[in-house]
Each structure stands twice: as C-alpha cells, then as structure tokens.
C-alpha cells in the first residue's frame, strides 16, 4: 500500500507543479491517467449498440475476469487503488457504466438496475467473456444483484461492497431526506462539493485543491442530468427491492460494508447475509460508502481470498 500511496503523491506533486503551466482540467485528466497507468491500467473504448463504453483494462489477459461497477455519481477512477491487487492474478475490467464518467450520456434512455444490467450483459459478450467473477458498489452493487438474478450462467462469482438493492431494519439519512424530495448526492455549489465527500466517506480521501475543483465543476455540469437518473432508482429501490429474490442466486457472494454509511444503511448487511444462500459477510467498523477508496488494501484483500476459493476449478 505503502508503494502505491508514494507513486500517486508523486503523481500530484508533478501535476501541482506544472499547474502554472496547464489548463486545470487537463491537468487533471493527466494525473488520472497518469495514475491509471502506474497501477497498471489503460483505458479503452467501445461501442456496443450505438452505447459508448469508456473502460480499464488491466492484469493477465488469459486469467479469470473480475468486471468491478461503480456506484452513483462515480467512474471508473474509483477503483485502481483496490483492483491493481487483484490484477496481479486476475485480468481487471472497470467500466464507466452508462450515463457516467466518459460513457454514453443520453437523457432519452432508462437508467433502472435492469436495463443497465442488460447493457452489461451486451458490454461483456462484445468483450467476447463468457463467465465473470462481478463486484459493484452502492448503485453498481444494485446491477449486479439484477445481473445475478437474470444471468447467472455468466457468473463465477458476486461482490457487493454497500450494495444498493435490498432494504435494510433501518432507514439512512440518503433514504430519509429523498421521502422529504431530497437528494444529498448532487451539488449545486463547489463549496458543497466538500460537504458530499464527507457524507459518502467516513474520512474522506485527501485530495489537492487543484484535483478537487475539477470534480467539483465536472459534478456541477451533470448534477441535472443525474437528478434524472436518481430519483427512478430511488423509486425502484423502495418499491422493487430484491429482499425477497435473494434465495435465487446461488452465485458465491462476498458482502462487504462500511459501518458508518450514511448513504445505505449498514442493516442492509444482514439481509443480505440471511437471504443469499452462500455468502460471506464483512463490516468494517471505521468506515462509510466507499470501502474500495476508504480502506482498499484490506477491502481488496478479502476479495481476492474470495476470488481464489471460487475460481473456475472449483465449479
């Protein structure tokens, strides 16, 4: 970890430097694939039916594939320092889902658990990969319990780390300010940009002001557009919830959550842990929504252990 922390404070500390000289958001987009490639990472790009997909790739092209989904309102940026790891022995793929980071945005479209899952299912069959191990957070946990229940032929494995999808003994301050009309997920300020951090992470991730005003400006250009897409997930988490489909997936899950969350209440972790036939179920007790960012190397080391006890020789 200690490695991986020093080569991306290296990364920001060139980047800080050279600010005087570049425009700030391509400054940025340089650190960020600056660090994608220290990691291990390259980006790449698909259409699949008329859909762009902006994707990382990593690891041993000829191992098992782990496909890892963010959650709502974030990208593929937030998982290389948890899946360079897992690259080490499994070969990585870290999509931008629809309607996020550098894919497809299209306001005329449904962006529902389901029809994500669909477009997934296409994602992985143009990448020509016939069985999957999938890991989500939050909104990205939301779509692969729907992919497990619809595929699970196309699954080797599922990790849920603060999984949207089921609903919990105990209602989170996300859920109860949305039945007052609100969403705490978008921003109308920069300055409310540091107030989201703090809501999704127990201790948020340090990062320069430079990098920080680039998030900001870029969550303040789409907050309308991802307004549209919050509240029929809301509505389809409180109405639709899969409390009682989680006897049909037999696919080995691993369940990890953040005891702190303040987005999706950690009650949810027990219901996922009575309903899922074969499960294993971790609560780490100094963090909020984001393990992959708040505690990655050993949030990713549970991962990987699972990754191993249910690989292909197994089945």
Same mark, same amino acid.
């Given at each position: ?18 600010? *005087? ?16 490639? !220290?990691?291990?990472?390259?980006? &790449?790009?698909? @259409? ?14 000829? /191992? ?12 593929? @940026? ?9 690259? &080490? ?22 962006? %529902? ?7 997934? *299912? ?26 497990? $229940?619809?595929?699970?032929?196309? $699954? ?17 301050? $996300? ?14 300020? /920069?300055?409310?940009? %540091?107030? !989201? $951090? ?49 006897? %049909? ?40 929504? !984001? +393990?992959?960012?708040?505690? +990655? ?19």
């Amino acid at each position: 970890m200690t490695t991986v922390v020093l080569i991306v404070l290296a990364a920001a500390v060139v980047a800080l430097l050279l600010f *005087r000289y570049l425009n700030p958001r391509l400054l940025v987009r340089w650190l960020f694939l600056g660090t994608r490639r !220290l990691l291990g990472f390259r980006t &790449r790009v698909i @259409d699949v039916d008329g859909v762009t997909w902006s994707y990382l790739e990593g690891g041993p092209a000829s /191992a098992e594939t782990v496909v890892l989904l963010h959650g709502f309102g974030g990208d593929k @940026d937030n998982w290389p320092l948890y899946a360079w790891r897992l690259g &080490r022995e499994y070969h990585i793929i870290i999509p931008d889902l629809p309607g996020f980071g550098e894919s497809s945005k299209d306001p005329n479209v449904a962006y %529902d658990g389901s029809t994500q899952a669909a477009r997934l *299912r296409r994602f992985i069959d143009e990448l020509q990969l016939e069985r999957v191990h999938l890991g989500g957070n939050s909104m990205g946990g939301l779509i692969a319990l729907r992919f497990a $229940l619809v595929y699970p032929q196309r $699954l080797l494995s599922l990790a849920l780390l603060n999984s949207a999808g089921v609903l919990g003994s105990k209602r989170s301050e $996300l859920e109860l300010a949305a039945a007052r009309g609100e969403n705490l997920l978008t921003v109308s300020t /920069a300055a409310e940009y %540091d107030e !989201l $951090l703090s809501f999704v992470m127990r201790k948020p991730t340090p990062l320069p002001g430079v990098v920080k005003q680039v998030m900001a400006d870029n969550a303040l250009a789409h907050q309308e557009f991802w307004d549209s897409i919050f509240w029929p997930l809301r509505e389809e988490m409180q109405n639709r919830p899969m409390n009682e489909q989680l006897g %049909d997936i037999k696919t080995p899950t691993l369940v990890i959550w953040g005891r702190h969350d303040r987005l999706i209440d950690v009650s949810c972790c027990d219901v996922l842990a009575a309903g899922l036939p074969d499960n294993e179920c971790l609560v780490f007790e100094a963090i909020g929504h !984001l +393990p992959m960012l708040e505690t +990655p190397g050993e949030s990713s080391a549970a991962h990987l252990a699972h990754l191993r006890r249910n690989a292909v020789a197994t089945f």
